[in-house]
């Protein structure tokens, strides 16, 4: 079956102890990309990447790592998590950039809570 | 000014009802554009994508005006199971943007 798959699925953790996020694919796709989401902000690009090797930042960066070294996987690292990094964290993947008719599949979520 | 502005609702609507959703862009260099659904707590789906010439599937049937900058979806005889969220996506190179979305409850 074609999925995104994220782990954990919640999480409660405090201020300043390193997390990671994995979100792992398998359909082969090149681009995979994290977002997340907060009431009335809709979602929000945190990274992407076009393909191994490859990211950039999307609009909230900051206090975020990413990397890809597989094309299947695209872990998220919070180095020191903050309060306000609380929220529902998507990780989504698609063939190309989204372009066209390209669908975006999306990962289950994660929810994050930093005490 | 946000990039994709949705009105955030909620709209309830009586089951059979038919029920439009307007969504605003302000980059002119957007290239496509999509309507995205959302149950509560759930990831989005593809509902579909948004064509110049409009396109429909269905009871869903979305609209895409270029000059004014705006993308509609409208929903024809409302379902319970039409209930979520419903994301406004428009893609500019590369970049996806999602407005906050609009919530509809169909009731019985």
């Known amino acids: 079956e074609a999925q995104v798959t994220q782990n954990p699925r919640y999480l409660i953790t405090v201020t300043g102890k390193k997390l990671t996020v994995t979100c792992s694919q398998n359909?082969?796709?090149?681009?995979m990309s994290w977002y997340r989401q907060d009431p009335g902000l809709g979602l929000r690009q945190i990274y992407y990447?076009?393909?191994?090797?490859?990211?950039d930042k999307g609009d909230v960066p900051e206090g975020y790592k990413v990397s890809r070294k597989e094309k299947r996987n695209f872990p998220l690292i919070l180095e020191s998590p903050s309060p306000n990094q609380t929220s529902l964290y998507f990780c989504?993947?698609?063939?190309?950039?989204?372009?066209?008719?390209?669908?975006?599949?999306f990962g289950p979520g994660t929810r994050l809570t930093v005490l | 000014r946000k990039e994709v502005e949705q009105d955030p609702g909620p709209f309830n609507v009586p089951e059979g009802a038919t029920v439009a959703f307007n969504c605003t862009y302000s980059?002119?260099?957007?290239?496509?554009f999509f309507w995205y659904r959302q149950d509560c707590r759930k990831e989005p789906k593809l509902l579909m994508s948004?064509?110049?010439s409009g396109n429909e599937d269905g009871r869903f049937t979305a609209q895409l005006n270029r000059a004014s900058q705006y993308i509609s979806l409208l929903i024809r005889d409302s379902k319970l199971s039409d209930s979520a969220t419903y994301l406004c996506?428009?893609?500019?190179?590369?970049?996806?943007?999602f407005g906050a979305g609009t919530r509809l409850t169909v009731k019985p």
């Open positions: 989504a993947s698609s063939s190309s950039s989204g372009r066209d008719t390209d669908t975006q599949y």
């Open positions: 359909m082969n796709h090149e681009y």
């Open positions: 990447s076009m393909n191994v090797e490859v990211t």
């Open positions: 980059n002119s260099a957007s290239q496509s």
């Open positions: 948004v064509y110049s």
């Open positions: 996506v428009v893609n500019i190179v590369d970049d996806m943007r």
